[in-house]
């Protein structure tokens, strides 16, 4: 047994994610040192501000900047793949393919480094099936985390290069500003890169806006919806004696309006596309009214009446076959008949209430014309069809 347990650590130890996150972080560590080892002890507090401090650090280069930033973001992002995140895997490719293009293209010192890094790239893009994990944790930390240090990067970066643009930079706000409006890649105009340096700067901050910051945002905001929909499941999940509305014709548009003045409870069950009748907020399960899939997810085993009201006398059949199976006779059923020839077979669905639209009309259009009373026992017998 100690045997077994023992192999299955070392296998999870040995796992392809596991190799993969680990030589990622050493990327990191490998693109953070040089940078670390040159400047350490080198920094000179001034009295100038923090703006002429900053520029008092006219031995960092160009490049070391985002060098920095980025191997700190994807030594983190390492740590997170450990987990098989999905978003950690996504912008670690981002990072590398970034990285892949300063060293090999721009600073020619650090080939060997992009080599390393083109190497991970192509392992990383091999196996995206380790990383099948989305987590609203992890994608607030990833996208939080990236924004974070994004804006770090193009604030300080364009304080660095303040003298560089047209007017000055020389303050944190205006800064903020500019570094806001190019990774939003709005662009107003007012303040320009000036020389090829800031101008290259400017170019990696809409590159980095483009890919990190709008993924972030738009990343985080799929799994808040559908964090969202799993809160709606689990709502539905606890629903209790709530009314269960199949169809989207307008007799169910008008029995859902109906039930809510009232304040109960309502599901409808419908299709994506048919979503749109229905008014805003309105809870909807989307799929097969006679899926068992789609009948558990509205819960219809604890609703109080399932109303099998569609346009298609054979969906409704279907959907009530498949309610009566998974909720027994303890849940009322209703249904309508859309075709009359439909009718006698209909009722042998034995539904609490059984009633056809163009029989109501007629019965009642009749006892009008002929001058009979109708009242609420009459039409209580029309729609059970107990009527002579």
Request: glycine residues 8%; charged residues 15%.
């Amino acid at each position: 047994m100690q045997s077994n347990l023992l192999k299955t650590g070392l296998h999870k130890l040995l796992s392809l994610r596991v190799i993969l996150s680990v030589l990622l972080f050493i990327d990191g560590v490998m693109i953070l040192s040089p940078v670390l080892f040159s400047y350490t002890g080198d920094i000179a507090w001034q009295d100038g501000g923090f703006t002429a401090w900053l520029q008092s650090l006219g031995f960092i280069k160009l490049l070391d900047i985002p060098r920095f930033m980025l191997g700190l973001l994807l030594a983190l992002l390492a740590l997170l793949m450990l987990t098989g995140a999905r978003i950690a895997w996504l912008f670690s490719l981002f990072i590398l393919l970034t990285m892949v293009l300063m060293d090999l293209g721009l600073a020619r010192e650090y080939s060997l480094q992009g080599l390393f890094s083109l190497a991970l790239l192509i392992a990383s893009g091999c196996l995206w099936r380790q990383f099948p994990h989305h987590s609203l944790t992890s994608a607030g930390v990833v996208a939080v985390s990236s924004i974070i240090l994004l804006v770090v990067y193009s604030v300080f970066g364009t304080l660095y290069l303040g003298n560089e643009f047209q007017p000055h930079v020389t303050d944190i706000s205006a800064a903020f500003y500019f570094a806001l409006v190019c990774m939003t890649t709005v662009g107003f105009g007012d303040i320009i890169p000036i020389s090829v340096e800031a101008r290259m700067f400017t170019l990696t901050v809409v590159v980095f806006g483009i890919t990190i910051f709008t993924t972030s945002i738009v990343y985080i905001v799929g799994v808040v919806l559908r964090g969202t929909r799993e809160i709606v499941k689990k709502r539905l999940l606890h629903m209790k004696e709530h009314y269960v509305v199949i169809g989207a014709n307008p007799l169910a548009v008008n029995i859902y309006k109906g039930l809510k003045k009232r304040g109960l409870q309502v599901v409808v069950i419908c299709s994506d596309e048919d979503k749109k009748h229905f008014p805003d907020g309105t809870v909807t399960v989307a799929g097969d009214s006679a899926d068992a899939v789609t009948l558990n997810e509205a819960n219809v085993k604890d609703a109080r009446c399932v109303m099998a009201i569609g346009d298609n006398d054979a969906d409704n059949t279907f959907a009530l076959l498949a309610v009566k199976q998974l909720a027994g006779e303890g849940v009322k059923t209703v249904t309508v008949v859309n075709q009359e020839e439909n009718s006698d077979k209909m009722r042998l669905l034995h539904a609490d209430m059984t009633f056809s639209l163009s029989q109501l009309g007629s019965e009642v259009l009749m006892k009008m014309l002929c001058g009979e009373n109708i009242n609420n026992s009459v039409m209580a017998d029309i729609l059970l069809a107990k009527a002579p």
